[in-house]
């Protein structure tokens, strides 16, 4: 097996993580507009959360751990957060 196999969905997770944080840093920066930053981390959180369900699905996380359930729980509150920050972004690009 290859070391990336043995690290499960790790790498994922901190690519994404990174993805997010650089949004966040553009951002602040005033590189992005307010509007296409909430698409942008809409679009970070849902993958964030594939992510952390790579990590406890067969992954570094041994399954059926309280850590696991936390995980699991996290990923599912980080999806609903990302997909209504993408709905949001629907609703707000046709205003002037």
């Known amino acids: ?3 990336l196999a043995d690290l ?3 790498p994922l997770l901190v ?3 990174l ?6 840093v553009q951002y602040r920066r ?4 307010a509007t296409r930053a909430v698409l ?3 679009m970070c959180l849902t993958w964030l959360s594939y992510a952390l369900l790579q990590v406890t699905q067969s992954g570094t996380v041994p399954t059926g751990t309280p850590l696991n359930y936390v995980l699991d729980a996290l990923a599912v509150v980080v999806l609903v957060v990302g997909v209504a920050a993408m709905v949001w972004w ?3 690009r046709d205003e002037p």
């Not at 993805?19 to 966040?24: D, K, M, P």
């Open 30 to 33: 005033g590189k992005l507009s």
């Open 40 to 42: 942008l981390v809409g």
């Open 19 to 24: 993805l997010l944080t650089g949004t966040a």
């Open 15 to 17: 690519a994404y993580l």
């Open 1 to 3: 097996m290859s070391v």
């Open 90 to 92: 629907w609703r707000a």
């Open 8 to 10: 499960g969905g790790v």
